[in-house]
């Protein structure tokens, strides 16, 4: 046979071919042929090339992801945000469980209002008169009001102290010194009043809503929720009412934010050169000495806040509170300056979790 005869019959190799031969690897396995003059057979065994790449494709895609995320964590912006973030998310989760105590809070200041005798309240008497005119739940009056105001006011709270507190140490660092309890004062009562101005509607609401339960059962509102306390309030007495009693609320946040936040770090300092306790155990002792200063500095303030909040104006058009010092004048006059610190063991029980 000549030479063009067997190119002829020879086949040219298409590129399917040299793809699978390329993706397939010939193992020297070799059997017998019987059909054949050949005393062997080589048989071909494809690979799992194809698989393999597969999985390391996939193993990519799950780095990259990886890398992605790594990235998004640690943007500027993101940096930035997640004070913000994790602040208002752990305020909201303990908003969530000592609603029932705020409750209770709120109605003991409310309690005996203008007048100076007669049978003092308690926790547990309050508690069974909520339950006994009502329901349990309604303990929990006025939780949509109290989320968002945690979302608001404590987000912004925390988010504004560690900003503070990262420009402070910075500078701190390039003058070779380290950060004071005057420096963590300061950060704190600057976050705290910020923080209260924003979230005041939020707090007038939740107010309004927990003692609404003590009015006549013909003039209570029955707000249903956070939003249609504060569309209702704003359209009827106005937008400007969402900021009502915004002095004491600030000079309440201040005063929280200084117990709160600048003797944590201070105890916390303390505790940990001077005793030899655990983190876990430091870190809760620093908790429980910080919540004290916050309930004793703010109570005030807070009580202050509450009848302000919660005042409407009478039949002859005029409110019962012209201002903060007008209702703390009026209440030691008419009830006593110790009226000022009814219920303290339940703020702290109600601060203490923040802290």
């Given at each position: ?145 109290g989320l968002l105001r945690q979302a608001v006011y404590t987000t912004a709270r925390l988010g504004f102290f560690d900003t503070f507190m990262g420009m402070l140490k910075t500078r701190a660092e390039l003058a070779g010194t380290t950060i004071g309890f005057k420096e963590r004062a300061a950060a704190g009562l600057s976050a705290g009043g910020l923080a209260a101005m924003i979230g005041n509607p939020a707090d007038l609401a939740l107010i309004r809503m927990q003692s609404d339960g003590l009015k006549p059962r013909d003039k209570r509102a029955n707000y249903k929720s956070v939003v249609d306390a504060l569309a209702r309030i704003s359209k009827s007495e106005g937008i400007y009412a969402l900021w009502a ?111």
């Amino acid at each position: 046979m000549s030479h063009s005869a067997l190119r002829k019959r020879q086949k040219r190799p298409t590129a399917r071919d040299q793809t699978s031969k390329a993706d397939l690897k010939e193992p020297s396995y070799l059997f017998p042929d019987e059909s054949s003059d050949s005393p062997i057979l080589r048989f071909s065994f494809p690979t799992m090339s194809s698989s393999r790449r597969a999985v390391e494709d996939s193993k990519a895609v799950a780095e990259n992801a990886k890398v992605t995320s790594s990235s998004i964590l640690h943007h500027p912006y993101t940096r930035v945000a997640l004070p913000f973030i994790n602040g208002g998310a752990a305020g909201m989760v303990a908003t969530t469980m000592i609603q029932p105590v705020d409750m209770i809070k709120v109605r003991l200041q409310l309690a005996g209002e203008g007048i100076s005798t007669g049978p003092r309240p308690t926790p547990l008497t309050i508690t069974r008169e909520i339950i006994a005119s009502g329901k349990a739940l309604d303990l929990y009056t006025g939780l949509s009001a109290g989320l968002l105001r945690q979302a608001v006011y404590t987000t912004a709270r925390l988010g504004f102290f560690d900003t503070f507190m990262g420009m402070l140490k910075t500078r701190a660092e390039l003058a070779g010194t380290t950060i004071g309890f005057k420096e963590r004062a300061a950060a704190g009562l600057s976050a705290g009043g910020l923080a209260a101005m924003i979230g005041n509607p939020a707090d007038l609401a939740l107010i309004r809503m927990q003692s609404d339960g003590l009015k006549p059962r013909d003039k209570r509102a029955n707000y249903k929720s956070v939003v249609d306390a504060l569309a209702r309030i704003s359209k009827s007495e106005g937008i400007y009412a969402l900021w009502a009693g915004c002095l004491p609320t600030v000079a309440r946040a201040m005063a929280l934010n200084f117990g709160q936040l600048a003797f944590f770090s201070e105890a916390k300092t303390q505790l940990k050169a001077r005793t030899q306790l655990s983190s876990h155990a430091t870190t809760l002792t620093a908790s429980a000495i910080a919540g004290f200063f916050a309930s004793f500095f703010s109570l005030p303030f807070d009580f202050v806040k509450t009848r302000l909040q919660k005042q409407s104006r009478g039949p002859d058009g005029k409110l019962p509170y012209a201002g903060m010092m007008d209702c703390a004048k009026k209440v030691v006059a008419q009830e006593g300056p110790l009226r000022f610190y009814r219920g303290f063991m339940t703020y702290y029980v109600r601060i203490a979790p923040h802290a």
